[in-house]
T-cell receptor, first 112, second 118 residues
Framework: KQEVTQIPAALSVPEGENLVLNCSFT??????LQWFRQDPGKGLTSLLL?????REQTSGRLNASLDKSSGRSTLYIAASQPGDSATYLC???????????FGSGTKLNVKP | GAVVSQHPSWVICKSGTSVKIECRSL??????MFWYRQFPKQSLMLMAT?????????EQGVEKDKFLINHASLTLSTLTVTSAHPEDSSFYIC??????????????FGEGSRLTVL
């Protein structure tokens, strides 16, 4: 069974810092990996989707990398802002996409 | 990105009544939708997987007679909490899997529904 782990569980940084969030998965036979953010009391917003054939994806200040062989993905946030404060989750699908495995999330606090 | 709309965003009801939550994929067809429950400061808990035109697949421990799921069309799934009790109060979130183009397999979420049972 696929297990997804996110470290650290919480992170507090001053505004302007570059930071890295980690996601690891036990079964490297994944189709894709997706990063989300969740604001308190809200649903999840899709940030980046990396297909298994890709090594990274970029969107604005966000860059996600994928290393299937080592079972790891990282989300790099450049020049962090207070508006980036949220919980960030990663998820990988079951082979038939009938289930998605989520990490427990990293709660990020960016201090002004 | 694709849009998934969930309604209502919040609802308060009396104990014993039933509440229906709708989840719509607005700009893509979703053969598979998922329903989650989230307790405060906890991660998502998958309740059931809903496939269009067939019965939902419930996770272990989720009462299918209490949480009725219907996925009658490619753009709409509903979750009905029957005979709601205070312990059913929670944040319910739906998601839909996109089948279109390069976004195949990408998951999109609704805004969530906060249920409070008095």
């Amino acid at each position: 069974k696929q297990e997804v782990t996110q470290i650290p569980a919480a992170l507090s940084v001053p505004e302007g810092e570059n930071l890295v969030l980690n996601c690891s998965f036990t079964d490297s036979a994944i189709y894709n990996l997706q990063w989300f953010r969740q604001d308190p009391g809200k649903g999840l917003t899709s940030l980046l989707l990396i297909q298994s054939s890709q090594r990274e994806q970029t969107s604005g200040r966000l860059n996600a990398s994928l290393d299937k062989s080592s079972g790891r993905s990282t989300l790099y946030i450049a020049a962090s802002q207070p508006g980036d404060s949220a919980t960030y989750l990663c998820a990988v699908p079951l082979y038939n996409f009938n289930k998605f495995y989520f990490g427990s999330g990293t709660k990020l606090n960016v201090k002004p | 990105g694709a849009v998934v709309s969930q309604h209502p965003s919040w609802v308060i009801c009396k104990s014993g009544t039933s509440v229906k939550i709708e989840c719509r994929s607005l700009d893509f067809q979703a053969t598979t939708m998922f329903w989650y429950r989230q307790f405060p400061k906890q991660s998502l808990m998958l309740m059931a997987t809903s496939n269009e035109g067939s019965k939902a697949t419930y996770e272990q421990g989720v009462e299918k007679d209490k949480f009725l799921i219907n996925h009658a069309s490619l753009t709409l799934s509903t979750l009905t909490v029957t005979s709601a009790h205070p312990e059913d109060s929670s944040f319910y979130i739906c998601s839909a899997r996109s089948n279109r183009g390069h976004a195949t397999g990408e998951l999109f979420f609704g805004e969530g529904s906060r249920l409070t049972v008095l």
